[in-house]
């Protein structure tokens, strides 16, 4: 039996740059991962046949079957591997779900980490990650958190220093967004990407200055490209922004193809009223801080 920590992500810089003729799209952005997690329960026990099972408190909405991320990363970790047996999997749900904070991935990704452990670690943490592209974009960057560089369709990765540690509140409300959805628009407003971006070296200023916890300076560099066609749809995005800095947030916005937004603080006590006030809101609301990489 294992625990294993699935931290949400967001994104600091999340832009763009191409569409693959397979559909998919080429980004550029900035990763880190939050203490905002869920909390994903393993045992394995070998057997001649293969059993899945998964069972799940907090979201009722998540589903408990093949359809779970988490659930075909068990089966995609035995199949790789040549194992067979009874796997359970408990996922103490804590991220809101489709807000742009990678939740799926993330346990899909603690899954992949904790079966190997338990294992004795038959998989590289390259090919974990080989691995965990195949489960989705987000998975790779999910299996080692910290603050990256990821690029590709999001198999690239470039591990830096993570950000330094601050009071984040990280908030959403409202019907959750559809990526497909999201992306489908994008590629309606850029002409389906068909000429790329010219490469920016913004993500890397970003970073330095965010490892270096200067965040005011910080601040313009923040950027998003789903926030001009996501809060069209999701009219919460907006006062969400606006109450995260009118209580003091040195710098705000959304994660992702949304609906969810973060916020940078200067205090705890300025992040602690941010999310108090959110939640009178109604909105989910929650207060956390960077991580750095797991222990792999
Ligand atoms: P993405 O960008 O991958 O859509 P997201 O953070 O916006 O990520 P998730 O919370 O990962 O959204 O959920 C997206 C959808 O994936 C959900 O609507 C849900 O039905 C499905 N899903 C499958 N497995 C999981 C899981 N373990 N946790 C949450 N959602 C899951």
């Not at 035995?78 to 103490?92: N, Y």
């Not at 950027?223 to 710098?251: R, T």
């Amino acid at each position: 039996m294992r625990m294993e920590k699935a931290n949400a992500k967001i994104n600091l810089y999340l832009d763009v740059v191409s569409r693959r003729e397979n559909g998919y799209h080429n980004i550029v952005s900035l990763m880190q991962t939050l203490s905002l997690c869920d909390l994903v329960t393993l045992d394995y026990r070998p057997a001649e046949h293969t059993e899945i099972r998964l069972s799940a408190s907090g979201n009722t909405d998540m589903p408990t079957d093949r359809k779970n991320l988490a659930w075909r990363a068990a089966e995609l970790f035995l199949a790789e591997t040549g194992k067979t047996g009874e796997v359970d999997l408990f996922i103490e749900k804590h991220i809101p779900m489709a807000a742009g904070l990678a939740g799926g991935s993330a346990d899909a990704a603690a899954v992949l980490r904790g079966l190997n452990a338990l294992c004795g670690a038959p998989l590289s943490l390259e090919r974990l990650c080989a691995l965990g592209a195949r489960l989705g974009a987000d998975v790779p960057f999910c299996i080692v958190g910290g603050m990256a560089l990821v690029t590709g369709i999001g198999e690239q990765l470039e591990y830096l220093p993570s950000m330094q540690d601050c009071p984040m509140v990280v908030a959403c409300q409202g019907e959750g967004v559809s990526t497909v959805w999201a992306y489908g628009r994008l590629d309606e407003a850029y002409g389906g990407f068909s000429s790329p971006k010219a490469e920016s070296d913004v993500p890397t200023r970003l970073s330095a200055l965010l490892t270096k916890g200067d965040f005011a300076s910080s601040k313009g560099l923040l950027f998003n490209l789903f926030e001009e066609v996501v809060p069209e749809v999701q009219p919460c995005v907006e006062p969400l922004k606006a109450a995260m800095l009118a209580h003091g947030a040195i710098a705000s916005m959304m994660s992702g193809s949304g609906p969810s937004v973060f916020g940078i603080f200067g205090s705890l006590s300025d992040a602690e009223a941010a999310c108090a006030s959110l939640k009178n809101t109604g909105a989910a609301a929650f207060v956390c801080h960077p991580c750095e990489k797991y222990e792999n």
